[in-house]
């Protein structure tokens, strides 16, 4: 895949979009660094190349989609328990709160650069709060085109998870990472993708 001009579809059946947590704390040895995924989302990528302040993104994330795919760190392993544990914790009142909140949403504002290197400003909505997000992004040698912003989840209203009675924390700032392999050309209505 090459960026090129043109409107594209975006979704699970050709990217990534992942969360990365980390710790802080002093019981942050007993927890563990998280990638979650969203398994449900959609948006599309309107991309000129020769003018970059044309082009655009809006991306649409059920929020109650997030899989845990990964626990490093910590004293023992992830269980199955866990991993349904810390689902029913991120959906929850005191974090994203899905069943009020039921999606994620960020659209561009400005983009500036080339497909190797460029910036993508935008407004991301999680629980109702609007606030601004810079994502950095790069097309590698292969074509895949991948990025990452950092999020802070108290921006936004949402308390960072605690246990042990504050001793462990996931940290303020997570990152969102994304990486497309394949951009399809843009037909109709977009709806979410991918199976939880």
């Keep these: 895949?090459?960026?090129?001009?043109?409107?594209h579809r975006l979704g699970p059946s050709a990217g990534r979009l992942l969360i990365r947590?980390?710790?802080?704390?002093?019981?942050r040895r007993?927890?563990?660094?998280?990638?979650?995924e969203a398994t449900r989302w959609s948006g599309e990528a309107v991309v000129a190349v020769g003018e970059p302040?044309?082009?655009?993104?809006?991306?649409?994330?059920?929020?109650?989609?997030?899989?845990?795919?990964?626990g490093t760190g910590g004293l023992k392993a992830l269980t199955d328990a866990d991993r349904a544990d810390i689902k029913?914790?991120?959906?929850?009142?005191g974090l994203l709160d899905t069943s009020e909140h039921p999606t994620i949403v960020f659209r561009s504002t400005?983009?500036?650069?080339?497909?190797?290197s460029f910036e993508i400003t935008g407004d991301l909505t999680v629980k109702g709060r609007t606030r601004p997000v810079t994502v950095h992004g790069e097309e590698d040698d292969r074509g895949t085109v991948r990025g990452w912003a950092t999020v802070t989840?108290?921006?936004w209203g949402i308390k960072p998870y605690t246990a042990f009675l504050g001793a462990l924390r996931l940290a303020d700032d997570v990152r969102v990472e994304f990486?497309?392999?394949?951009?399809?050309?843009?037909?109709g209505a977009a709806q979410p993708e991918g199976t939880g």
Excluded: F, I, N
Aim: without cysteine; negative net charge.
């Design 30 to 36: 007993a927890g563990h660094d998280l990638t979650l």
């Design 53 to 70: 302040g044309r082009s655009s993104v809006s991306v649409t994330v059920e929020a109650g989609s997030l899989e845990v795919r990964e």
């Design 88 to 93: 029913r914790t991120l959906s929850g009142r």
């Design 1 to 7: 895949m090459t960026l090129s001009d043109g409107t």
């Design 153 to 155: 989840q108290s921006h």
């Design 179 to 187: 990486e497309v392999t394949g951009l399809e050309p843009a037909g």
């Design 21 to 27: 947590t980390g710790r802080a704390g002093l019981g």
């Design 110 to 116: 400005g983009v500036t650069g080339t497909p190797q």
